[in-house]
Structure formats: C-alpha cells, structure tokens
C-alpha cells in the first residue's frame, strides 16, 4: 500500500457505525475523536492523504496515523486515549504533598526536607523528580491531570 493513497474501505455497517460515532462525539465535545472519524470518513470516500490532512488542518502523517489505529482497532482506536499511569496511590499522595508545597514554601520559612533544592515546584520539577527518584518516565502534563484530579476528588 502506498503511503500517499492508504484509503479506507468501509461496509454499509461499517460506515453508519463510524457515523453514530460521529455524531456522539460532536454531542459530548470529543472533538478530536470526531476529526480522526473524519480521517476516515474522507478516506473511504477516495480522498487521498494529503487532501484529507489539509481539509483537516493537520499533518499527513497524524492522518496515516490515524487511519493505522482504525485499521489495528476499529472505532476504539479512534477513540479519546485513556491515560495510564504506573503511579502507585503512595506515589500519587507524595504528589499531592509535593504539589502543596509550592503554598507552604512560600508562606513559611522552614522548606520540607524534599523541597530544599527547589524554591518552586512547577509540574516539569515534578516530572524530573519522579523520573531521577522514582525511574518512572511521565510528563509534566501528565502530573498536573493527576494532581488536578485528585483535588477534585
């Protein structure tokens, strides 16, 4: 298959089911979902890679990849990721604490004993603490969904 033409041929079945995707995906805002349902769409309808990415405003190769994922999973590859982290809730509480110290560090003088080396904790010190103390490679956005999770709850 070359890369330029990788079309997508959908059954009758298929293409009212990628549909109803659609539509639940505009109803609760999932709209990235939506755009990769799109990619597809388009894609069964004989439009190349290239046309699909510009009429999409985003890169071919999001587009390949995308059409990959529907190609390996069907729907569910399209689907918002669910993240995973392998934090474990010990782990995920010496967060919080360490999220909480930015308050603390700057109300009082006395720092706690893992806040020395950093005046301020932002969600990147974070994700470099974990990975030199914990080996456990994750992103800073990664950590402030966490943190921010866990506040809600």
């Given at each position: 298959m070359s890369r330029r033409n990788a079309f997508i041929g959908l059954s009758e079945a298929e293409s009212s089911a990628?549909?109803?995707?659609?539509?639940?995906?505009?109803?609760?805002?999932k709209l990235r979902a939506r755009k990769r349902a799109q990619a597809v769409y388009l894609?069964?309808?004989?439009?190349?890679v290239p046309r699909i990415a510009q009429e999409l405003e985003c890169s071919p190769d999001a587009v390949y990849d995308w059409l990959k994922r529907y190609r390996e999973k069907g729907l569910d590859g399209l689907a918002e990721p669910t993240f995973?982290?392998?934090?474990t809730g010990q782990q995920i509480e010496q967060l919080m604490e360490i999220s909480h110290w930015n308050i603390i560090v700057?109300?009082?003088s006395k720092k706690p004993e893992i806040a020395e080396s950093?005046?301020?904790w932002t969600f990147r010190k974070i994700a470099r603490w974990v990975k030199d103390n914990w080996g456990i490679k994750i992103s800073h956005e990664r950590i402030r969904q966490i943190i921010q999770q866990k506040r809600r709850e």
């Open positions: 990628l549909g109803d995707f659609m539509r639940s995906c505009a109803r609760h805002g894609s069964a309808q004989g439009r190349n995973t982290h392998k934090l700057s109300r009082r950093h005046k301020r």
